[in-house]
């Protein structure tokens, strides 16, 4: 129903002068059925560094947190974010995760509600 593409870290400036690693976190979350979705909910967290091992036992850097799309998304559409995250390094070898943990499909009916009320 809903995916998350192109998850990545990259190179970011320092937050108000603190010289400690940033990087942005980057992701779209895509509707990829034909009918419009709501409710999309995703988790993000970030796993420190592998040193052989396996995801399930990484250390974990930024526990998981919820981000809710406010936006009802129509088929093909897609939202993209950008998180900065202090302490963190973009070269390093971290696995940002984000899953989708929520979404559902929309009726024209909400949608046409939706869009009376704004």
Known sequence: MAAVRDIK?????????????????????YNEVDLSIAGVVVSVSVLGESSGLTPEVRPVLVRPFKIRVSQVLQPGYSVHYELRMKNISADCDCLPRVEVVEARIVEELEIDSALSRD
């Open 9 to 29: 870290l990259e190179p970011a400036s320092p937050v108000d002068g603190d010289e400690s690693p940033t990087a942005m976190l980057k992701f779209d979350v």
